[in-house]
């Protein structure tokens, strides 16, 4: 009889301190709703692009869509980029499928897949059981400076190269070598 009490004693301790434990652990697993409200730090700098990026971007509805969307990201909460996790990645994907064939470059597709990839570590995030709000909001906070480095390369597909320079330098000289054997063959002869 002695030995019944000793090992119900015993089952009773066990099973308080399972509880314990337990409670611990919810404790642990549950979202802080505080993280979830915090706004995302995204930076300002916006990068403009060149007219000639600009022309072709217009009638591209995906970039629009995307640009539109970056645009938000300064107003979002971690608990809104967590609700916009799969629209972003949608609209990441829908973007480095349709380039147009001005930007159809290795750098350009480079650049897509790095956007796209980021989203899609975005949804992936949000989609676990119990989603890091600070994980969450560092890598959405990584999309728009992304979507900036796209852009400037956008841009880099329409700068002069060094031998664009050469060729307008060597026509400025060619036009002014004119100028100056015209102006020498007919002086003005003033008028009487």
């Known amino acids: ?53 600009r022309e072709v971007t217009d009638d591209w509805l995906s970039y629009i869509t995307a640009q539109t969307e970056i645009e938000n990201f300064d107003q979002y909460t971690v608990k809104e980029v967590i609700s916009n996790a799969t629209p972003i990645a949608e609209i990441m994907k829908n973007l480095r ?4 064939s001005e ?17 899609k570590v975005l949804e992936h995030l949000t989609e676990k059981r119990n989603p890091d709000p600070e994980a969450i909001a560092a890598t959405a906070e990584e999309i728009p400076v992304e979507f900036n480095n796209f852009k400037i390369q956008l ?16 026509a400025f000289e060619i036009e002014e070598d004119t100028i100056q054997s015209l102006t020498r063959r007919s002086p003005l002869e003033p008028q009487s």
């Open 97 to 100: 499928e349709t380039v147009p």
């Open 1 to 53: 009889m002695r030995n019944l009490c000793w090992f119900a004693v015993l089952v009773f301790l066990i099973g308080c301190d399972q509880d314990r434990n337990t409670m611990e652990g919810e404790t642990q697993t549950t979202p802080d709703t505080t993280a979830l409200a915090n706004q995302l730090k995204v930076t300002n700098e916006q990068v403009n692009l060149l007219p000639q990026a």
């Open 103 to 119: 930007f159809q470059t290795n750098a350009v597709e480079t650049r897509l897949s790095v956007l796209y990839t980021k989203a």
């Open 155 to 170: 841009n880099e597909l329409f700068l002069k190269t060094l031998e664009d320079f050469e060729d307008e330098l060597d």
